[in-house]
């Protein structure tokens, strides 16, 4: 079946600590975006990468970092700058042309304590 | 820039009852897209339409419809005989017509369909 995988679905993280995120699809999609999402809010984006080596900050992407060195793959990884990391991170990815939806993975609840 | 509003945080029916979700946004582009995203409690983001800005044709699915229009810069959604499995958080967004796909979401209406 084609679609986004993240794991774990729960991840807890003493402070100080970074963590990687994971997101693989195999729809074949050439952009891939991170969001965040904290309780009662939309979704908030964090990086998003359109082609294969190359990515863009969103628009809080303070404490995070990227990688895209495969088409299918798009790791996130929460650093110890990220202020308030906990959160539920939902990663997506898209089929180029602006009129595309997004198809969205099962998402990864992080806890930081 | 470019904004979503989705007024309603939550809204409580009855099973069977017809409800309607708000959402207006603002945008400067002439070409853009709209987008209605369902999260169950599960978390994952189920896409439910894609409407282009040029296209203001209302669009019925099954018991889902919506209410495209530019003049008021509102793309409302309708569950027509609302049931329990329609419980579950909203989103509507926004988009340029740009490679990017950038979206901007709404903070999303949470729904709850009470038996």
């Known amino acids: 079946d084609g679609g986004i995988t993240q794991s774990p679905k729960y991840l807890f993280r003493k402070e100080g600590q970074n963590v990687t995120l994971s997101c693989e699809q195999n729809?074949?999609?050439?952009?891939m975006y991170w969001y965040r999402q904290d309780p009662g809010q939309g979704l908030r984006l964090i990086y998003y990468s359109q082609i294969v080596n190359d990515f863009q900050k969103g628009d809080i992407a303070e404490g995070y970092s990227v990688s895209r060195e495969k088409k299918e793959s798009f790791p996130l990884t929460v650093t110890s700058a990220q202020k308030n990391p906990t959160a539920f991170y939902l990663c997506a990815s898209r089929q180029g042309g602006g009129s595309y939806e997004q198809y969205f993975g099962p998402g990864t609840r992080l806890t930081v304590t | 820039a470019q904004k979503v509003t989705q007024a309603q945080t939550e809204i409580s029916v009855v099973e069977k009852e017809d409800v309607t979700l708000d959402c207006v946004y603002e945008?400067?582009?002439?070409?853009?897209?709209l987008f209605w995203y369902k999260q169950p409690p599960s978390g994952e983001l189920v896409f439910l339409i894609r409407?282009?800005?040029?296209?203001?044709q209302n669009e019925i699915s099954g018991r889902y419809s919506w209410n495209f229009q530019k003049s008021t810069s509102s793309f409302n959604f309708t569950i027509t005989a609302s049931q329990v499995v329609d419980s579950a958080v909203y989103f509507c967004?926004?988009?340029?017509?740009?490679?990017?796909?950038?979206?901007?979401f709404g903070d999303g209406t949470t729904l709850t369909v009470k038996p």
């Open positions: 945008t400067r582009d002439t070409t853009y897209y």
């Open positions: 967004a926004l988009r340029f017509d740009t490679n990017a796909g950038k979206s901007t």
């Open positions: 409407r282009n800005s040029f296209d203001e």
């Open positions: 729809l074949n999609h050439d952009a």
